[in-house]
């Protein structure tokens, strides 16, 4: 019911220097080891650019799959390649269960650090973090198998690996460690998050928050403000 995850959010994406920290913790996490503080932002998306292209290479090897490229093309479907289906099936359940986790825990999906600019792009940003670990892997098994219907297959798979992974949890867990309290400014512990029926606050130029559900139009003593 608290509206202070959006808010923590909305102050990260706003200075570009807290978002800068929030952007390379997400490199970290894909990578899984700290970036040195030398590398650029640019140096950084590079590193995981060869990262992801090799992980596509080194899959097609293992699994036989011929490999051309990523492709997605909404108005040809039909003339896409099994594993380009596959990725493509795969992702979309993969920003299914990141929404779900987003939109949980009080954040927006629309408020991204990396991707920025779409409704979802905080979805990217988070299911991001597992593709190379889940979606990419399982579409190249799935499309080695030569199953016949591998749209359905992928979704079932999908079903399965996000259970056996505890993916919610994971990601649950990730975005509080995104988005840290050591980023929250305020640690009130707001009335209306334990009770439904009190009300927020209302913003004050001056004196930031005050309570909600008073009547200002008067002063205390009585006079009309």
Known sequence: RSSRQLERQARLCSSPKMRLRVVRKMYEKRFGEPLS?????QQIRGKEGLRVRSTYERLSVETGVPWSGRSYKRDS?????????????????LYGICHAGIVALGYSPGLGFIHTGKQLSFVYDI?????TDITIPM???????????VESEVRHRCRDAFVEARLLKRIVEDIEDLMGPEYDDSVEQETFAIDPAA???????????VSGGIN???AAGGERR
Do not use: Q, R
């Open 37 to 41: 503080p030398d590398l650029t932002l």
């Open 199 to 209: 009300p927020g606050g209302i913003w004050d130029p001056d004196v930031g928050t």
């Open 77 to 93: 479907w039909k003339n896409a390649d099994p594993v380009n289906k596959a990725l493509s099936v795969a992702n979309f359940c």
């Open 139 to 149: 579409a190249f098994h799935a499309a080695a198998e030569g199953v016949a219907h």
């Open 127 to 131: 299911a991001d973090l597992y593709k």
């Open 216 to 218: 200002y139009e008067f």
